[in-house]
């Protein structure tokens, strides 16, 4: 079976839908975020603090092709890494790419007003959100298909989920 990449900006429940499908689905379930920091020994807002986000980006980007030639994995990445046009390649011939969304409201209260999400650290999050949204959209429009997950259950999510793959003539 192919992988099931789930991508979108934070909040919109990646992590949370990936680890429900990869249950529902008996297949491994790897989030690239756990694997970047496992790789550098601290986590990803001390990368940002430390290194800068062009180091996180090569650090992703080397974790994306050390997993991409495995199958039957729901893989949950990090929202800009489709951004690199060589990551999204990589991901895509091995897996059906999905776009978790949510409106900003929604992003907003799920990440809260801490500041471990480096690339939102201003002083107005929402401005901050709304701009990686508006950079981010045309990469989160190239995938195979997009789901809001505003208004909806982590079940009710990975439900959604199944049956576009199965539309789409995959088999689970």
Not at 76 to 90: D, M, Q, S
Not at 145 to 168: C, N, R, S
């Amino acid at each position: 079976m192919k992988n099931i990449v789930l991508t979108g900006f934070m909040g919109t429940g990646k992590s949370s839908v990936g680890r429900r499908l990869a249950k529902e689905l008996n297949l491994k379930f790897i989030d690239t975020d756990d694997l970047i920091e496992k790789e550098a020994g601290i986590d990803i807002n001390e990368i940002f603090t430390k290194f800068g986000e062009g180091y996180f980006r090569l650090l992703e980007s080397k974790v994306v092709h050390e997993i991409s030639s495995n199958t039957n994995m729901v893989i949950a990445t990090g929202g800009g890494t489709i951004v690199n046009p060589l990551n999204f390649e990589i991901l895509k011939r091995n897996g059906t790419i999905i776009c978790l969304t949510a409106s900003i409201d929604a992003i907003f209260s799920r990440i809260g007003k801490g500041d471990e999400r480096p690339l939102i650290s201003k002083d107005d999050k929402r401005e901050a959100i709304s701009d990686l949204l508006k950079a981010r959209e045309p990469f989160y429009k190239k995938t195979d298909f997009i789901i809001d997950t505003t208004a909806k259950t982590i079940g009710e999510v990975v439900k959604e989920i199944k049956e576009k793959i199965l539309a789409m003539g995959d088999r689970l």
